[in-house]
């Protein structure tokens, strides 16, 4: 054990490694800050580079990838309320509303520290707890899919504190929207108005982008250069001591939204963006003064991004040990991993576990100089898209249009995205929340698998109840489904007598 984690440790601190990593992190925090780049895509188009090289630095510059572009996309989240990726979608409900404050090197200086404290809380799990959580993540079956997917939809009484009629509209919409394409059950084909281009379904980044970035354009373009502020990044002494030593003061909110990225991230195909809402539940439900978030609060942004940086751990806790990917990132640095000759399993802690506890060790590292970069640099990084309007809305819609197509290197995903946008816009407009709406359309592949997939296991063995309401892990999302609909219930319910109370 300790010899390879010397070895490791060689290998970290050798210079070709150290400047990969450090050209693998920048590359990824550039990414992370470009509306419509994701890390999956990056990625893919880096693996093949690595082929030439040693196993392990070739493995280093892809973890120092990854995790730079979970650190780098909350700029965009923050300063133009545009997720960089697909996990920072949450990250715009404080991010922004702080930066329209004067508050953005704040938020950033947050976003900076809580992805080191998730990063470094995902890592050590990584090290030392992968086999026993893997085998965890190995137990969910459709059943547990779909009530972890009822769970994650009771999110929406959050997503929509203004108005529980439209988050529940924008959510059932999101929903609709998840079953356009071929059913991946019965093979029906449903919602294509005869278009073979809307079989393969609606592409969540396309949506994404759609739902995110063209109404934020189309409000720059109607608000005009009078009304319109480009939110900048101006620094201030002091700001960095002050933010850390505030959010050293919510431990438990840290360590929380950590635990909650491993989970998610170790439950294949599950991903930044449930982990980062879920996350941000959690932190509006158990928070005490829940009706700063969504106004810009530091906790807010704290919750997402720790959660949303743990989850790149712990969704390479199932792929290292059982060769099955939690994100799609993770799947793409498995087929580096196929790449070089390293099979998932056992072998990678025995036969290879020198290149094995590199890569992981190399996490740490990663971490580290993505936190110096983001936290003292996010000024520098910021400039690529804090540019006057009139440069900023024609490079968002360039950079929209251009990741829409690259997604399928289809022109019809960019006209999806463009309608899509325009429903977005809409949706500001009518004061409906896009959050509902994204999770529905998120959760939706899950929920409809899950129960039907369920449902044939029920006719199989003849008790709907023993598949759907008997099994362990099931019982807890029940219960844990529950009281995330009754907990803002009984909250108004005990608001409503403490103002009756001194009313009286």
Same mark, same amino acid.
């Given at each position: 054990?300790?010899?390879?984690?010397?070895?490791?440790?060689?290998?970290?601190?050798?210079?070709?490694?150290?400047?990969?990593?450090?050209?693998?992190?920048?590359?990824?925090?550039?990414?992370?800050?470009?509306?419509?780049?994701?890390?999956?895509?990056?990625?893919?188009?880096?693996?093949?580079?690595?082929?030439?090289?040693?196993?392990?630095?070739?493995? /280093?510059?892809?973890?120092?990838?990854?995790?730079?572009?979970?650190?780098?996309?909350?700029?965009?989240?923050?300063?133009?309320?545009?997720?960089?990726?697909?996990?920072?979608?949450?990250?715009?409900?404080?991010?922004?509303?702080?930066?329209?404050?004067?508050?953005?090197?704040?938020?950033? @200086?947050?976003?900076?520290?809580?992805?080191?404290?998730? *990063?470094? /809380?995902?890592?050590?799990?990584?090290?030392?707890?992968?086999?026993?959580?893997? =085998?965890?993540?190995?137990?969910?079956?459709?059943? =547990?899919?779909?009530?972890?997917?009822?769970?994650?939809?009771?999110?929406?009484?959050?997503?929509?504190?203004?108005?529980?009629?439209?988050?529940?509209?924008?959510?059932?919409?999101?929903?609709?929207?998840?079953?356009?394409?071929?059913?991946?059950?019965?093979?029906?084909?449903?919602?294509?108005?005869?278009?073979?281009?809307?079989?393969?379904?609606?592409?969540?980044?396309?949506?994404?982008?759609?739902?995110?970035?063209?109404?934020? /354009?189309?409000?720059?373009?109607?608000?005009?250069?009078?009304?319109?502020? !480009? /939110?900048?990044?101006?620094?201030?002494? *002091?700001?960095?001591?002050?933010? @850390?030593? =505030?959010?050293?003061?919510?431990?438990?909110?840290?360590?929380?939204?950590?635990?909650?990225?491993?989970?998610?991230?170790?439950?294949?195909?599950? &991903?930044?963006?449930?982990?980062?809402?879920?996350?941000?539940?959690?932190?509006?439900?158990?928070?005490?003064?829940?009706?700063?978030?969504?106004?810009?609060?530091?906790? *807010?942004?704290?919750?997402?991004?720790?959660?949303?940086?743990?989850?790149?751990?712990?969704?390479?806790?199932?792929?290292?040990?059982?060769?099955?990917?939690?994100?799609?990132?993770?799947?793409?640095?498995?087929?580096?991993?196929?790449?070089?000759?390293?099979?998932?399993?056992?072998?990678?802690?025995?036969?290879?576990?020198? !290149?094995?506890?590199?890569?992981?060790?190399?996490?740490?590292?990663?971490?580290?100089?993505?936190?110096?970069?983001?936290?003292?640099?996010?000024?520098?990084?910021?400039?690529?898209?804090?540019?006057?309007?009139?440069?900023?809305?024609?490079?968002?819609?360039?950079?929209?249009?251009?990741?829409?197509?690259? @997604?399928?290197?289809?022109?019809?995903?960019?006209?999806?995205?463009?309608?899509? &946008?325009?429903? &977005?816009?809409?949706?500001?407009?009518?004061?409906?929340?896009?959050?509902?709406?994204?999770?529905?359309?998120?959760?939706?592949?899950?929920?409809?698998?899950?129960?039907?997939?369920?449902?044939?296991?029920?006719?199989?063995?003849?008790?709907?109840?023993?598949?759907?309401?008997?099994?362990?892990?099931?019982?807890?999302? !029940?219960?844990?489904?529950?009281?995330?609909?009754?907990?803002?219930?009984?909250?108004?319910?005990?608001?409503?007598?403490? !103002?009756?109370?001194?009313?009286?």
């Amino acid at each position: 054990m300790w010899g390879n984690v010397f070895f490791a440790l060689n290998q970290i601190f050798q210079p070709i490694n150290l400047l990969l990593l450090i050209c693998g992190g920048l590359g990824g925090i550039v990414v992370g800050c470009l509306p419509g780049l994701t890390a999956t895509m990056a990625l893919a188009l880096l693996v093949p580079f690595t082929f030439t090289m040693p196993a392990a630095s070739g493995l /280093i510059m892809l973890g120092g990838l990854y995790v730079g572009a979970m650190f780098g996309d909350a700029i965009p989240a923050t300063l133009i309320n545009t997720p960089g990726t697909p996990s920072a979608i949450a990250t715009t409900f404080d991010g922004y509303p702080l930066a329209k404050k004067g508050l953005a090197q704040q938020a950033l @200086i947050t976003n900076a520290f809580s992805s080191l404290c998730g *990063g470094i /809380i995902g890592t050590i799990v990584l090290l030392t707890l992968s086999p026993p959580l893997a =085998e965890a993540g190995l137990r969910f079956g459709p059943p =547990e899919y779909f009530w972890i997917s009822v769970f994650g939809l009771t999110i929406i009484g959050t997503l929509a504190a203004e108005s529980m009629l439209k988050g529940l509209i924008a959510g059932a919409l999101g929903l609709l929207l998840s079953t356009v394409g071929i059913s991946p059950i019965a093979g029906d084909v449903r919602f294509t108005f005869g278009l073979p281009m809307l079989q393969a379904g609606l592409d969540l980044m396309v949506a994404l982008i759609g739902l995110f970035c063209i109404p934020q /354009i189309l409000e720059m373009v109607e608000e005009g250069a009078q009304k319109h502020k !480009i /939110i900048k990044y101006h620094r201030q002494r *002091g700001v960095f001591l002050q933010v @850390i030593r =505030e959010l050293v003061h919510h431990p438990i909110l840290l360590l929380r939204s950590a635990v909650i990225g491993i989970i998610v991230g170790i439950i294949p195909g599950a &991903g930044g963006n449930i982990a980062s809402l879920v996350s941000y539940n959690e932190a509006v439900r158990w928070s005490k003064h829940p009706e700063k978030f969504g106004r810009g609060t530091l906790e *807010g942004v704290a919750a997402t991004e720790t959660a949303n940086c743990s989850v790149v751990q712990g969704s390479l806790i199932p792929m290292l040990t059982l060769g099955i990917p939690g994100s799609p990132a993770a799947a793409v640095i498995l087929g580096a991993l196929l790449l070089h000759g390293l099979r998932p399993g056992p072998e990678l802690y025995t036969t290879f576990a020198g !290149i094995t506890y590199t890569f992981i060790f190399s996490f740490f590292l990663a971490v580290l100089i993505m936190f110096i970069f983001t936290a003292l640099g996010s000024s520098l990084f910021s400039r690529m898209i804090c540019v006057p309007m009139q440069y900023l809305i024609p490079m968002i819609a360039l950079l929209s249009v251009i990741g829409a197509f690259a @997604i399928r290197n289809s022109l019809f995903d960019v006209g999806v995205m463009l309608l899509l &946008g325009v429903v &977005g816009f809409l949706f500001r407009k009518l004061r409906f929340h896009s959050g509902p709406l994204v999770l529905g359309l998120i959760m939706g592949p899950f929920a409809e698998q899950g129960l039907v997939q369920s449902l044939l296991m029920a006719k199989a063995t003849g008790s709907v109840f023993q598949v759907m309401f008997a099994r362990p892990i099931s019982v807890i999302l !029940i219960c844990l489904s529950l009281a995330s609909v009754l907990w803002p219930i009984v909250t108004r319910f005990s608001k409503s007598r403490k !103002i009756w109370f001194f009313k009286r």
